[in-house]
């Protein structure tokens, strides 16, 4: 199983990024997914969820209307558009599918003017 996430970087107060995660090594097309994240001196927390077939999502209510987690399965790639980022959401992210134990390196998200 492979989890290899991109699109972190430095953004200012009210940007946005994407983030990618691109999957491998189990059927990605079946398995629900998953973006969490991780602060400094903080648990790690879920922030979006997406069904296998990307027709249900679920999202933390600090994201709501803000971030959007779709998929690709013919890619087998999940994304995390985040929009009106704040300070708060600086942390590591990581994708996860929910079937499995492994987890990616993560990509770091930095919100600050």
């Known amino acids: 199983v492979q989890l290899v996430e991109s699109g972190g970087g430095l953004v200012q107060p009210g940007g946005s990024l994407r983030l990618s995660c691109a999957a491998s090594?189990?059927?990605?097309?079946?398995?629900?997914m998953m973006w969490l994240r991780q602060a400094p001196g903080k648990e790690r927390e879920l922030v979006a969820a997406?069904?296998?077939?990307?027709?249900?999502?679920n999202y933390a209510d600090s994201v709501k209307g803000r971030f959007t987690i779709s998929r690709d399965n013919a890619k087998n790639t999940v994304y995390l558009q985040m929009n009106d980022l704040k300070p708060e959401d600086t942390a590591v992210y990581y994708c996860?599918?929910?079937?499995?134990?492994?987890w990616g390196q993560g990509t770091q998200v930095t919100v600050s003017s």
């Open positions: 997406i069904s296998s077939g990307g027709r249900s999502t």
């Open positions: 996860k599918s929910n079937a499995l134990l492994d």
């Open positions: 090594g189990f059927t990605f097309r079946s398995s629900g």
